[in-house]
């Protein structure tokens, strides 16, 4: 009767949950020595400290975003010898005067690969969700800056690049935020009308 379908649905839902989602969630980060960027790659120059480099970074999507959307943002990062410390990773997404509008700030590989574990010249992919406020003001372009901090000072790894005025800010990237769309709604007395036009 209903208990044996209950129990039979609770068994779908643990298999599922074993299988698929547990997978998935808890599924280390893709790493590679034959680093092979992909069609949405941005080329970056970034080096953090001595021993991290940043060799860029691809969003999701390179559409417009609206506020309280999340942009995931994917970093390639490249250890350059090995790495005692476990230094947690920094994004945010700022307006021209600095002012915050979205900000994460996680350990590297959801948590579950953090810099201590990286081997030297392995390039990792490290997806991030940044939520963008949902109060941003907008349209407006934002500069996506970030990358590692030490816990024990409180203060960014020192950054170095080939561009001074994108390494004194933390800056990369940049996304466009636009207002969404409202939809008019039609009265409740409005009356559906279908009307076909020819030339």
């Known amino acids: 009767g209903f208990s044996f379908l209950l129990w039979l649905g609770m068994v779908a839902l643990s298999t599922t949950a074993i299988w698929q989602w547990l997978p998935q969630a808890f599924a280390l980060p893709l790493r590679s020595v034959a680093f092979s960027p992909p069609a949405n790659f941005h080329a970056l120059d970034f080096k ?21 959307d999340t942009v995931k943002v994917t970093l390639y990062w490249e250890a350059l010898q090995p790495i005692v410390d476990n230094y947690p990773v920094f994004l945010q997404l700022v307006d021209d005067q600095n002012r915050k509008v979205g900000q994460r700030n996680t350990f590297s590989g959801r948590g579950m690969f953090p810099t201590g574990r990286w081997t030297p010249g392995e390039v ?37 690049g080939s561009d001074p005025a994108a390494v004194e800010l933390y800056k990369f990237g940049e996304v466009a935020v636009v207002p969404e769309v409202a939809h008019a709604d039609l009265p409740v007395s409005a009356h559906g009308l279908f009307v076909e036009f020819s030339r």
């Open 124 to 160: 990792m992919a490290d997806t991030i969700l940044l939520p963008i406020d949902a109060d941003a003001p907008a349209p407006r372009v934002y500069w996506l800056i970030g990358g590692l901090w030490d816990r024990a000072t409180g203060e960014r790894l020192p950054l170095s």
């Open 48 to 68: 953090y400290g001595n021993a991290v480099r940043l060799r860029g970074y691809a969003l999701s999507s390179e559409e417009r975003l609206h506020p309280n």
